[in-house]
Structures are given as structure tokens and as C-alpha cells.
């Protein structure tokens, strides 16, 4: 096993950041290191986090010179910065299980898989956790992750000895690209199979917007990805019916 590397976003995030440092510290295994990103905080963000530094040398705090609005630009902050051979993701609202990189860094061990990803349940904005548990396949190529981004951001790691840092473009469904990215690599992603994260829901959330996700999709398809317009209409088709059946469940 190696170091992770978890990079945490945060812009006005003070009454929710230590709930989610709290469920890093809380983690089974050890060896990590903590990125808070303070993206142009108005509010306590940057005190609180300067906090837990003081109180364990794992946790460092860094800064971007201005809030762009995406979390991608504080996202790649951290990646930079990054010295441990795994990425993983959590946003400063969200929350890990304590079990979530014990659990993960095991499938690395299979020579295909580049980055591992797991279940998760959904909680509103005052923490109340729901009973339904957000599923995904359990191995997912680069073809399969076309049809619909099925890897939760905040359980998502990848390993950067097999595909190098992937950073993420400041441009809608960052996560999704960068996942993507990280699997036309040549490589699979694996599913734990097992609940590991909390993912909290609120009405300002960017993925909120669904006929705005499929705009947002489609010219991941096009723009960054290059793929002919046949080929991303069939992806697009199977995106829109999976959304669909989402809906109807």
C-alpha cells in the first residue's frame, strides 16, 4: 500500500468542512495526507481548516488566488500539490465511511484497474442520511463509463503510477471527463461493492440541472473527447434512457 492523497475543495464551507475532515481522521487506514483547498472563502473555511492542521501534520491547507465558481480550479490545486501515488476526491460537504480506503486500495492490486469507486448513500443538507443506496456496476471500461458517469466523485481514486495525474477541465461534468480520461488509458475501474460515502444534496448543487447535463454531456462527447457524431449519439441515447430509468424506479 501507498500514500492518498484526498483533495478537498472548500469555498464557504465552514459548518459543514468538519464533518468531512472528521470522516478523513476517522479512516481505518492511515497513511494519507489531506489537501483542503480554501477557494476564496468569505466565511471561516480557511480558520477552520488552519485548525486541524495544527492538531495533525497530514492535514495541509492551501489556497486559489481567486473562486472561479467550478471546483475543478481548486480540485487541481490539490492534484498538483499531491505527493501520494492515489488520488482520491471529497468534497467539504460530503462524508466518508471509516472503512472507505481500506476497502478501495486492495483492487488496485489487479493489473487493469486504474481507479476504484464504490456505492453511496444521499443525505440532505441537515445530514439526515437516506435509506437508498446509490448502485453502479462493479467494473466499468472506458465504452461502458460513455453511456453515463457511474462513479461517484466523492468515492472515486485513481492510482497515478498506472496513468500518470489526470487533472480536471474547468468546464461542467469536470469529474466525469477526468474519470473518463484516467479509463481511455487502456484500464478498468472496480466497484468495492459496499457503501463508503455520504454525498450531500442541496438545491445549489451543479448537477441539479438535468436537461443542462445532458448540454453538458453531449459536448464532452464532441468537444473534449472527439468522438464522431454517430458514435456520440449512440452513447447519448443510452445516457438519456439510463437517466430515464433512474427517474421511474
Request: glycine fraction near 8%.
Amino acid at each position: 500500500m501507498a500514500k492518498v492523497s484526498i483533495i478537498m475543495p472548500c469555498h464557504n464551507g465552514a459548518s459543514t468542512l468538519p464533518q468531512a475532515v472528521e470522516s478523513v481522521l476517522a479512516q481505518s487506514y492511515a497513511d494519507w495526507e489531506l489537501l483542503i483547498i480554501d477557494d476564496a472563502s468569505t466565511d471561516k473555511s480557511a480558520s477552520v481548516a488552519a485548525r486541524y492542521c495544527g492538531q495533525d501534520s497530514r492535514i495541509k491547507l492551501l489556497h486559489t488566488t481567486a473562486s472561479t465558481g467550478k471546483p475543478a480550479t481548486a480540485r487541481n490545486v490539490g492534484i498538483e500539490a499531491a505527493s501520494g501515488r492515489y488520488i482520491a476526491f471529497l468534497d467539504c460537504d460530503d462524508q466518508w465511511l471509516p472503512g472507505k480506503l481500506e476497502h478501495q486500495l486492495p483492487l488496485f492490486e489487479k493489473p487493469d484497474c486504474a481507479a476504484v469507486f464504490s456505492f453511496y448513500k444521499k443525505m440532505n443538507a441537515e445530514g439526515n442520511v437516506r435509506p437508498a443506496v446509490v448502485t453502479s456496476p462493479a467494473v466499468v471500461g472506458f465504452d461502458q463509463l460513455l453511456d453515463g458517469n457511474c462513479i461517484g466523485n466523492l468515492t472515486g481514486i485513481y492510482d497515478t503510477d498506472k496513468v500518470g495525474k489526470v487533472y480536471q477541465k474547468e468546464i461542467h461534468h469536470e469529474d466525469y471527463l477526468m474519470w473518463l480520461k484516467v479509463l481511455q488509458k487502456g484500464f478498468v475501474a472496480r466497484n468495492t461493492g459496499t457503501v463508503e460515502a455520504y454525498y450531500r444534496e442541496s438545491g445549489t448543487s451543479v448537477s441539479g440541472s438535468k436537461l443542462k447535463a445532458l448540454a453538458w454531456t453531449w459536448a464532452i462527447y464532441r468537444q473534449e473527447l472527439g468522438l464522431s457524431f454517430g458514435s456520440s449519439l449512440v452513447h447519448f441515447f443510452r445516457y438519456a434512457v439510463r437517466g430515464i430509468l433512474k427517474k421511474v424506479k
